[in-house]
């Protein structure tokens, strides 16, 4: 149980453009997702938390313009970079949980597989 | 002063070895603490969560929680070659949801 996917696993786009990656959550319904970004050799950063049915928050230093958080539903969010650039180049991970069911000895998240973006 | 410090390595043991990853933390708050596994260029999978402080076994993998100290350890017995991957310790707080606070990662190379 608690599977998520992320699609596409892999995506190269050139500068300027936008880019969508999904996070669906296969066996749960994921009350709460999270993106993070991780550069080579790093750990994860988080970069929002999304909510079923309500706007994204950022963490500090996050462009909220560049960076669209859609959780439409719950199984899917979406995260797109808008214009991207090549410093945006790095390695998506999404995670999501279910508010509702977790406790003490099941509150966690369970991770995607990521998403590594190459921005040319 | 990072709120979880967590040495990098990398640690290389050779197979059949006993190994201890650790991280300490600065915010007494922290109640609920992870470790995870990432393979290179996959997604964290969660290997063990401990509630509080005390022990957690699960086969080879037993996880350490020391409150007083600050101190939360993650032992590998009897180590595989399957098990080279980065460790990365995670924190949060209690009271419902509160958002992950990851160590940088351990890599550990085991070699047969």
């Known amino acids: 149980g608690a599977v998520v996917s992320q699609h596409p696993s892999w995506v190269i786009c050139k500068s300027g453009t936008s880019v969508k990656i999904e996070c669906r959550s296969l066996?749960?319904?994921?009350?709460?997702m999270f993106w993070y970004r991780q550069f080579p050799k790093q750990s994860l950063m988080l970069m929002a938390t999304s909510n079923e049915g309500s706007k994204a928050t950022y963490e500090q230093g996050v462009e909220k313009d560049k960076f669209l958080i859609n959780h439409a539903s719950l199984t899917l969010s979406t995260l797109t970079v808008t214009s991207a650039h090549p410093e945006d180049s790095s390695f998506y991970i999404c995670?999501?949980?279910?508010?509702?069911?977790?406790?003490?000895?099941?509150?966690?998240?369970?991770f995607g597989p990521g998403t590594r973006l190459t921005v040319l | 002063q990072k709120e979880v410090e967590q040495d990098p390595g990398p640690l290389s043991v050779p197979e059949g070895a006993i190994v201890s990853l650790n991280c300490t933390y600065s915010?007494?708050?922290?109640?609920?603490f992870m470790w995870y596994r990432q393979y290179s260029r996959k997604g964290p999978e969660l290997l063990m969560y401990t509630y509080s402080s005390g022990n957690k076994e699960d086969g080879r993998f037993t996880a350490q929680v020391d409150k007083s100290s600050k101190y939360i350890s993650l032992f590998i017995r009897d180590s595989q070659p399957s098990d080279s991957a980065t460790y990365l310790c995670a924190m949060t707080l209690s009271g419902g949801y509160n958002k992950l606070i990851f160590g940088a990662g351990t890599r550990l190379a085991v070699h047969p």
């Open positions: 066996d749960f319904q994921a009350t709460t």
């Open positions: 995670s999501a949980r279910d508010l509702r069911t977790s406790g003490p000895s099941t509150d966690t998240q369970y």
């Open positions: 915010n007494s708050a922290f109640q609920y």
